[in-house]
T-cell receptor, first 112, second 113 residues
Framework: AQKVTQAQTEISVVEKEDVTLDCVYE???????LFWYKQPPSGELVFLIR??????QNEISGRYSWNFQKSTSSFNFTITASQVVDSAVYFC?????????FGQGTRLTINP | EAQVTQNPRYLITVTGKKLTVTCSQN?????MSWYRQDPGLGLRQIYY???????DKGDVPEGYKVSRKEKRNFPLILESPSPNQTSLYFC????????????FGQGTRLTVV
């Protein structure tokens, strides 16, 4: 069965530090998709990125970057020069066939 | 504005009293799903629907029912709520399936006493 593990329950850093959120997944399929979602204090869930299993290229979007490594079944998320507005709970998720499985989430706090 | 709308946002009910949480999307998405969010467990999928009249169980379907009679609506029904169903519930839709970007509703905080 598919599984997503976010081992870091909470992370706290000072503004402008770089921070990496880890995500490790398990799946038996060769075709799958990985996602990151952000849940700010207001509670809504916001899509950040989607990556399919055949595309191992890293992605950068402004201060955000993602590192996908099939060899280690990981899809890590790095925020460069963190800002207070980055404070949120971040979820990694895996879709296989038509189910979507989320990790436990990492609560990230950026302190001024 | 493209959105997924859930109602109610907050609900306190008593054990055994049937309730329905509504979910509606205006994006003509085929795929809709329900999740519950609990501390330390992340979001867990309850039910999903690939299209009208097509529904299937997620990872935690016990105690819940759904229906998909129209493409835009996907209500979540708790026939006999119990305290262990106290949770934050999210409805989501995506254009074709679980492998595409999901748009989430604002969430429904349910308390069963």
């Amino acid at each position: 069965a598919q599984k997503v593990t976010q081992a870091q329950t909470e992370i706290s850093v000072v503004e402008k530090e770089d921070v990496t959120l880890d995500c490790v997944y398990e799946t038996r399929d060769t075709t799958y998709y990985l996602f990151w979602y952000k849940q700010p204090p207001s509670g809504e869930l916001v899509f950040l990125i989607r990556r399919n299993s055949f595309d191992e290229q890293n992605e950068i979007s402004g201060r955000y970057s993602w590192n996908f490594q099939k060899s280690t079944s990981s899809f890590n998320f790095t925020i460069t020069a963190s800002q207070v507005v980055d404070s949120a709970v971040y979820f990694c998720a895996l879709s296989e066939s038509q189910k979507l499985v989320f990790g436990q989430g990492t609560r990230l706090t950026i302190n001024p | 504005e493209a959105q997924v709308t859930q109602n109610p946002r907050y609900l306190i009910t008593v054990t055994g009293k049937k309730l329905t949480v509504t979910c509606s999307q205006n994006m003509n998405h085929e795929y809709m799903s329900w999740y519950r969010q609990d501390p330390g467990l992340g979001l867990r999928q309850i039910y999903y629907s690939m299209n009208v009249e097509v529904t299937d169980k997620g990872d935690v379907p016990e105690g819940y029912k759904v229906s998909r009679k129209e493409k835009r609506n996907f209500p979540l029904i708790l026939e006999s709520p119990s305290p262990n169903q106290t949770s934050l519930y999210f409805c989501a839709s995506s254009i074709t399936g679980a492998n595409t970007e999901a748009f989430f509703g604002q969430g429904t905080r349910l308390t069963v006493v």
